[in-house]
Nanobody
Framework: QVKLVESGGGVVQPGGSLRLSCAASGFILDYYNIGWFRQAPGKEREGISCISNSDGRTYYADFVKGRFTVSRDSAENTVYLEMNSLKPEDTAIYYC??????????????????????WGQGTQVTVSS
């Protein structure tokens, strides 16, 4: 059974950092593109980042470029999202997601929620002074 579990969220002051983890069970993360999304209260879930399985290529939404970094630890079967220079508008529940089957992604598709079948329960990130 495919399962994704996010962790690492919390409360941080503006300008601070957090590292989120997405641990997988029931499948090997290396074989799939893994996406990170977030959802703030009253807003739609939006794509933040994706790491491709085939070549390790990474994709980022414009509003996190230069601040967030996605990476993969194959030995731990875990994907990380390093978040720096956090802003109050980054406050949201953060989710990782994976498809049921491998599919190619590119700059115009990685953020489409419809490409991902399996979602974690989310981890809350609150940026506040």
């Amino acid at each position: 059974q495919v399962k994704l579990v996010e962790s690492g969220g919390g409360v941080v002051q503006p300008g601070g950092s957090l590292r989120l983890s997405c641990a997988a069970s029931g499948f090997i993360l290396d074989y799939y593109n893994i996406g990170w999304f977030r959802q703030a209260p009253g807003k739609e879930r939006e794509g933040i980042s994706c790491i491709s399985n085939s070549d390790g290529r990474t994709y980022y939404a414009d509003f996190v470029k230069g601040r967030f970094t996605v990476s993969r630890d194959s030995a731990e079967n875990t994907v990380y999202l390093e978040m720096n220079s956090l802003k109050p508008e980054d406050t949201a529940i953060y989710y990782c997601a994976a498809p049921d089957h491998w599919i190619p992604v590119d700059g115009s598709s990685w953020y489409l929620k419809s490409l991902y079948d399996n979602w974690g329960q989310g981890t809350q990130v609150t940026v506040s002074s």
